[in-house]
């Protein structure tokens, strides 16, 4: 779906955003891309070679990786499948102690991608590579219902004008992107009180969206994430109405400095294609393969492999899921606890207090799927057990994502008011319930 044509109006003019659920143009929403606290590397992070090789990796032993030195023992290593905090901990996702840890030193078998490395700069567990490729134990007591206790939402101030935002963490500031002009974005140091910071690219947009996507003004929809070593962007350049779309990517070493190289188009689609490629999102799975899921209307969500630069790795393209045609897009995929979630938006976007829009979410042990819901519906097929909707004060959700924080996980969204001004961010508690199935504080 089209986001808004300008960050600051009140609604969204019709031939911007409005979209129908029978209309096959509304452009994806995007959703959180990447994954927020993604591994991130820091002055404790490396590759931990003293940690290297097939060590004990047993949850708890002498060699375990929960010490306050960051579980740099040489008795490290990759740990087992049942994760634990052991060994070398997590691999790439990095480790539970204050002091940081040696994250990137392998791919264990519950989660965790090669290379990802590091920890986040307050020691709490990294996201594994990004998208929700790993954890420490696979994240299983990240995000934990509590008996009796209900997840709520953040209270949010600052500048919250935003559709389709995208996060993630590097030295304990949250950087965000969302639809508009050059991608506005904004900063956070706690997740609830957010201000305006510089746009992704400055100036204009990259040269090559004026040839490949002339119908595309404002960039939509984009996704952080980290793997390789670096920093990647994702957005998609498109119209509204028009399946004549690409998805653009951008890289650079630091989000605190520095500004975005432009690599391109990474996938396109035309009028001929039965997909629209837009509304990225990137995962990485556990053996550290990036991938990139999108896809609004038409035949659905649609994800291809990546090699470690961020570009294609072949021309293959899975279908992951449908509504026959009808309002699916935002795809989010993190992993937790042996599954993968993938979350999407159905419905109408961006038609403000009008605005039908809900997040939906469905499940598999493998990437590629297939998904199905908690009553057991395909999502190829239209399943989605729904997450979020309207309620309080706003009318719709969509845009949904996942950032994992230590041992809690919090869902990140835009929501339209009831009293038709712009869309707004929202974050969320998320947890899992004994089902296995997430739980949203939202709207």
Request: aromatic content about 8%; some cysteine; overall charge negative.
């Amino acid at each position: 779906m089209l986001r808004t044509i300008a960050v600051g109006v009140l609604a969204c003019a019709v031939v911007a955003c409005g979209s129908d659920a029978s209309d096959p143009g509304a452009s994806g929403s995007g959703g959180v891309a990447g994954a927020s606290f993604a591994g991130v590397p820091n002055a404790n992070g490396g590759a931990g070679a003293s940690s290297g090789g097939s060590g004990n990796g047993v949850a708890g032993n002498s060699s375990g990786a929960s010490t306050s030195n960051g579980g740099t023992s040489a008795l490290g290593g990759a740990p087992t499948s049942s994760g634990g905090i052991g060994g070398a901990a997590v691999g790439a996702g990095g480790v539970l102690p204050s002091s940081g840890g040696n994250g990137g030193s392998g791919a264990p078998a519950s989660g965790g991608s090669v290379g990802a490395g590091g920890v986040s700069p307050d020691g709490g567990v990294g996201d594994g590579g990004q998208g929700g490729a790993g954890g420490a134990g696979d994240r299983c007591d990240v995000g934990v219902a509590v008996p009796g206790k209900k997840p709520g939402v953040l209270a949010m101030s600052g500048d919250l004008t935003t559709h389709d935002p995208c996060v993630i963490e590097e030295s304990g500031i949250v950087y965000e992107f969302h639809t508009g002009p050059l991608l506005p974005g904004k900063t956070s140091t706690d997740l609830a009180a957010w201000k305006s910071a510089p746009s992704a690219f400055s100036g204009k947009n990259p040269a090559w969206i004026a040839s490949r996507v002339p119908g595309a003004t404002d960039l939509w929809a984009p996704d952080l994430s980290f793997f390789g070593g670096v920093y990647h962007l994702y957005y998609a350049a498109s119209s509204f109405g028009s399946n004549t779309s690409c998805i653009g990517h951008a890289t650079r070493e630091h989000m605190s400095s520095g500004a975005f190289t432009d690599h391109g188009a990474v996938i396109c689609s035309s009028s001929s294609d039965d997909f629209n490629a837009i509304d990225p999102n990137a995962v990485v799975d556990t053996d550290g393969n990036p991938w990139l899921a999108f896809g609004s209307f038409w035949s659905g969500i649609k994800i291809v492999k990546l090699d470690m630069t961020g570009a294609r790795a072949d021309d293959t393209i899975h279908s992951i899921a449908s509504r026959n045609g009808g309002a699916i897009e935002a795809s989010f995929i993190a992993r937790r606890c042996g599954y993968y979630y993938l979350f999407v938006s159905f419905d109408k976007c961006c038609a403000g207090a009008q605005s039908t829009y809900n997040i939906r979410v469905g499940r598999s042990a493998d990437l590629l799927g297939p998904y199905v819901d908690a009553s057991g519906k395909a999502m190829m097929n239209g399943g989605g057990t729904l997450l979020v909707g309207g309620g309080g004060d706003f009318a719709a959700s969509g845009g949904s994502g996942v950032l994992f924080r230590g041992t809690a996980a919090y869902n990140v969204f835009h929501a339209y008011p009831l009293d038709g001004s712009a869309a707004r961010l929202r974050v969320a508690e998320l947890v899992w319930g004994d089902d296995g199935w997430p739980i949203s504080g939202g709207p």
